[in-house]
């Protein structure tokens, strides 16, 4: 799951930052104003200008059960590098969730 869609949601728990990246696109930039809209500060995010953003579709069956359907092959989440991340805001962290992406 992108980083910044469980971000955008998760404002409610007191959710504070985030570290990712998002592709250089128009759907990248949309999820980061959403972040910044639910208060989350995102200057963890980088942009990505060589992949875009991972898309997510969710819709619903006939018998309520939801169905998930990505396209990330790969997305701009999936291409970020440890030496990529700012060390400075990392230091500052007291709670880290960590998504890991095994590449196919």
Known sequence: MNPCFLSSHSSNFNFRGIFSQLGD???G???SDI???NNVDNSGVRFDSTART???FITLRADG???FL???HPSADMLLQESELDINL???VCFLLLVLVRKM
Do not use: C, H, T
Request: hydrophobic content about 50%; proline content about 0%.
């Open 65 to 67: 059960e939801r169905e």
């Open 54 to 56: 991972a898309l997510a």
């Open 70 to 72: 990505f396209f990330r």
């Open 29 to 31: 930039y949309m999820l």
């Open 35 to 37: 972040l910044k809209q």
């Open 90 to 92: 990392l230091e500052q």
């Open 25 to 27: 696109d128009d759907f």
